[in-house]
């Protein structure tokens, strides 16, 4: 009887093992995330499914996790954070361990599809830059410009293409020379294509070196340094690699070092924190229509009573709330309801209000896909 019940469940093992790999590759996409990288130390030939670059491209899709957020702190510690179901608060999950040595600063450029963009500053003005899924604990160095001569200071964006998914790099470098005065130029590379920084000629220097977190349309955002120039905001096609002018709103007062951008329902808009008690958000309705910026409101902002700079993290919920960094603190926006109301942060509040560094909080979904398998063949 022992013997006919061992043969049973060995037959039963058998034929889940033996099932094909499209059956068994649409029963994973069925279950949840947690589930899915359980799979992945079951046995090899699930681990080889749940690590098919095909897979992990439809997985990539269907297992969207949104109200999360991603920080680095000024201690180089990389926490997740979840905003609350009623967007009250913000829970932090665990702390992730990064891929890197804590000499220098780490940033976060962005993320896309679970791959984030990590960029390692020196005090030399030389970057190492990694590519980084902070689930599967892998990451990959992507190469260093050779453009390394005269730069007074770099910025950096990151984004994904549209058209071919291809995720990309742009680089602008700010330049001094003894004779002739300083310019800007920018370059690009496509990560795992060519993996070689191509120069794309003249590009204004943002107003804040980690810029391009705001993307639309297929092209990175962000405001020039340069107040010379009336036209402030510019972008980055990242399929055609070229610059571009987006022309402010004619009646809007220049105060850029209190402005910022933002994505609202897929809609640019610029965020005017330039008065003491008052918030004023500008909408451009047709992208890329001067004439479209309208000034969708000017909303009271009864906590903050003081100008300062405010940098969104792109953590949304419903479509109507995200989440933006405040210097030491965190604040939620809701256009639609006219609310600006402080979120409380729960779990070791000082290291995320006082340490996370503005410019490395960022949305971030979780993700299958690896670094390498993006790099492909040119993986050095």
């Known amino acids: 009887m022992m013997i006919r019940e061992k043969r049973r469940l060995d037959e039963a093992s058998t034929e889940i093992l033996d099932l094909p790999t499209s059956i068994m590759m649409d029963i994973l996409l ?16 699930w681990k080889n ?72 500053k020196f005090f030399d003005n030389i970057d190492d ?5 902070p689930a599967l604990g ?16 770099s910025a950096y964006g990151y984004g994904l293409s549209q058209y071919t998914g291809h995720y990309k790099v742009l680089r602008i470098v700010h330049k001094s020379y003894l004779y002739r005065p300083n310019k800007t130029e920018g370059e690009v590379i496509t990560i795992g294509i060519d993996n070689k920084w191509r120069d794309i000629g003249s590009a204004p220097f943002p107003l804040h070196e980690n810029f391009c977190k705001v993307t639309l349309n297929g092209a990175l955002h962000w405001i020039i340094d340069d107040f010379r120039k009336p036209d ?15 022309a402010p709103p004619r009646d809007l007062v220049d105060r850029r070092p209190w402005m910022s951008l933002a994505v609202f329902d897929n809609i640019l808009c610029i965020l005017d924190n330039s008065r003491d008690s008052e918030l004023e958000i500008w909408l451009m309705k047709e992208y890329g229509v001067a004439e479209s910026w309208n000034k969708y409101l000017r909303m009271e902002k009864a906590q903050v009573q003081y100008q300062s700079l405010l940098l969104p993290a ?31 942060v729960l779990e070791n509040k000082s290291r995320f209000l006082r340490n996370t560094v503005s410019d490395s909080v960022a949305a971030y979904n979780v993700s299958l896909l690896s670094p390498k398998d993006v790099m492909g063949t040119n993986l050095s």
């Open 138 to 153: 892998e990451n990959i160095l992507l190469p260093r410009s050779k453009n390394e001569k005269r730069i007074l200071k």
């Open 314 to 344: 792109n953590i949304w919920r419903d479509k109507e709330l995200y989440v933006i960094k405040f210097y030491q603190f965190v604040y939620a926006l809701n256009p639609n309801q006219r609310k600006f109301f402080e979120v409380e």
């Open 49 to 120: 499914i749940v690590s098919d670059p095909y897979f992990t491209r439809i997985c990539t899709g269907k297992l969207h996790m949104a109200n999360f957020a991603l920080s680095i702190s000024r201690e180089n510690i990389a926490s997740l954070w979840k905003l609350s179901k009623f967007g009250l608060c913000v829970k932090k999950k665990k702390e992730i361990a990064l891929p890197l040595s804590t000499k220098g600063q780490l940033f976060i450029l962005g993320s896309c599809n679970g791959l984030v963009c990590l960029r390692h």
């Open 232 to 246: 402030f905001i510019y972008s980055f096609n990242i399929d055609k690699e070229n610059v571009q002018i987006i």
């Open 30 to 45: 069925r279950q949840p995330i947690q589930t899915v990288f359980s799979c992945r130390n079951v046995c090899q030939s």
């Open 129 to 133: 830059l990694y590519l980084w899924n």
